[in-house]
C-alpha cells in the first residue's frame, strides 16, 4: 500500500471527489463502488478479472491522507487529480518525494542508534545501509535469472525455467499441474450450455447472451482433505445452499406443505403433515471432504467444494507452458486453515436449521499445490455484466454466475 500526506495545498475535496473516477477510468480501471462523504471518501476499483485497487481519501483541504492499495501508477494518477482539484498545486510534495524523504529519515535514526553506544569510534564511519524488509528473493534458484513479483507472492514461477521458487528460499511444497483439454471454443460451449440451463433463462436469452473476452490463467489451488468429525442436530435441506434467507425460506415452504396436508386430511392427516415440516435429526458425521483452495487473497472464484472436484487422476508433473500462471499468495498452513472453513461451510449448507453443532475439522496430511487451468469467460445479458469460469482439464463450470432476472428486465420487442 502506498500512502501519503498533503499539505498546504487547498483541497477542494467536492471537485477531487467528482473528478477522480474519470482520471482512473482513463487508464483502464472501472470503478465497482463508491462510498462517498464529507471529510472521507473511498473508491473500488477493478480492472480485467484480476486486478484490483482501492484509493481511501480523508482529511480537511489543508491536511489530506491519500491511501492507495493497488499499483504504483495508480497513485500517480491520483495525484494528477488531486493537482487538478487543489487551489496551490505548486506546493505539492509528491508521493515519491514523501518517500525518499521518509526513507532518509529512517536511515539517519538508524545511523543514530548504532553511533550511540560508541563514544571512542576511532574514525568517522559512513552510516549502514538501513535494513528496511527482509530479504527478498531476486534470483531464480534453478537458472539465476531475475524473478519480479508482488510482496504478498510467496511461490513465484519463474519465467524463463518455469521452476516454483519459494521466496522465502526454503524448499517449495509439492505441485504438479492439469493439462489443458479443452480449447477456448470447447470451453465457450460448455459456458453456454451451463447458461442455458438456468431455471429463468429461455432458449431465446440464451442465445442472445454477448459473449466477450475469453482468457486462460494457470491458477494455482491447494488441494486439501478435512475430516469432518463430530455430531449435530439439524433439518436437511431439500435444496442446498448457503444463503441464510434462502435456508429460511425453505423451513417456511415446508411449514405451508406440512399445514396444507394436515388441513387436507384433518386429524389422521395431520401427523404426516408435520413430519414433512418437522424434520429434525441427529447426525453423526465421520466424512473426509476435499477441499479446493484458490492459492490468491482475492477469491471471487473460490470453487464450492460440494460442487467441484479437483480432477487428480489428471494430474502431471509441472511443466513450463507458455500460458499465464498466477503465482501463489497463500501458503500451505493458510490453505489448511481455510479449508476448514469451506468444509464446515458446506455440511452445513446441507441443512436449513441447525440446532446444535458440535462438529471439528481436521486437514489430513499435507495440501499438495496443483497448478490448474481455467477459462474466464465475461459475457451480457439483460444489459448486465457476468463471467464464469470453465475448467480447461475437464469442463466443469467452476464458478458461474447464472443471472436471477427478475421479471420484466428483459423488454419484448
Ligand atoms: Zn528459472
Redesign the pocket.
Known amino acids: 500500500m502506498i500512502s501519503a500526506r498533503y499539505r498546504e495545498i487547498g483541497v477542494r475535496m467536492e471537485n477531487f471527489q467528482q473528478a477522480l473516477p474519470g482520471f482512473v477510468q482513463q487508464t483502464g480501471w472501472s470503478v465497482k463502488k463508491t462510498i462517498p462523504g464529507q471529510t472521507s471518501f473511498m473508491l473500488e476499483l477493478k480492472k480485467g478479472f484480476f486486478d484490483k485497487a482501492t484509493i481511501k481519501v480523508r482529511g480537511v483541504p489543508q491536511d489530506m491522507v491519500v491511501e492507495v492499495d493497488g499499483p504504483q501508477n495508480l497513485m500517480d494518477v491520483v495525484e494528477q487529480a488531486l493537482a487538478n482539484s487543489c487551489d496551490n498545486p505548486g506546493a505539492m510534495v509528491g508521493w515519491k518525494e514523501q518517500a525518499q524523504q521518509q526513507a532518509m529519515e529512517i536511515a539517519k535514526g538508524f545511523a543514530g542508534i548504532i553511533k550511540a553506544p560508541i563514544p571512542t569510534a576511532p574514525a568517522p564511519q559512513p552510516p549502514p545501509a538501513p535494513k528496511l524488509a527482509a530479504p527478498k528473493l531476486e534470483a ?1 534458484m ?4 531475475p524473478l519480479t513479483y508482488d510482496p504478498e507472492e510467496v511461490l513465484v514461477v ?1 519465467n ?4 516454483v521458487n519459494n521466496t522465502t528460499g526454503e524448499q517449495p511444497p509439492r505441485y504438479s499441474m492439469l493439462p489443458i483439454v479443452l480449447g477456448g471454443s470447447q470451453a465457450l460451449e460448455m459456458a453456454k450450455n451451463h447458461l442455458a440451463k438456468g431455471i429463468f433463462v429461455t432458449k431465446g436469452m440464451a442465445e442472445g447472451a454477448e459473449w466477450g473476452s475469453i482468457v486462460l490463467r494457470y491458477i494455482p489451488n491447494w488441494a486439501v482433505t478435512v475430516q469432518l468429525e463430530g455430531d449435530l442436530e439439524g433439518k436437511k435441506a431439500l435444496i442446498k445452499t448457503k444463503d441464510a434467507k434462502k435456508q429460511l425460506a425453505q423451513e417456511v415452504a415446508m411449514k405451508a406443505i406440512g399445514g396444507a396436508l394436515g388441513g387436507l386430511f384433518g386429524g389422521a392427516g395431520r401427523g404426516a403433515g408435520e413430519a414433512i415440516a418437522d424434520r429434525t435429526e441427529n447426525i453423526s458425521v465421520s466424512e473426509a471432504i476435499d477441499v479446493p483452495v484458490v492459492a490468491r487473497k482475492a477469491t471471487e472464484y473460490q470453487p464450492d467444494p460440494g460442487a467441484y472436484k479437483i480432477p487428480l487422476e489428471k494430474k502431471e508433473p509441472y511443466k513450463k507452458t507458455g500460458e499465464e500462471t498466477l503465482n501463489v499468495e497463500m501458503g500451505a498452513q493458510e490453505a489448511a486453515e481455510k479449508a476448514k472453513g469451506l468444509a464446515l461451510q458446506e455440511l452445513r449448507s446441507r441443512y436449513t436449521v441447525v440446532s446444535r453443532f458440535s462438529v471439528g475439522a481436521y486437514p489430513v496430511g499435507e495440501p499438495e499445490l496443483i497448478y490448474m487451468p481455467w477459462w474466464f469467460i465475461e459475457y451480457r445479458m439483460g444489459g448486465k455484466a457476468y463471467s464464469m469460469i470453465v475448467d480447461a482439464c475437464n469442463g466443469s463450470v467452476i464458478a458461474g454466475q447464472r443471472p436471477w432476472l427478475p421479471k420484466g428486465v428483459i423488454k419484448r420487442r
Open positions: 531464480c534453478h537458472c539465476s535469472a519463474c524463463y525455467c518455469g521452476y
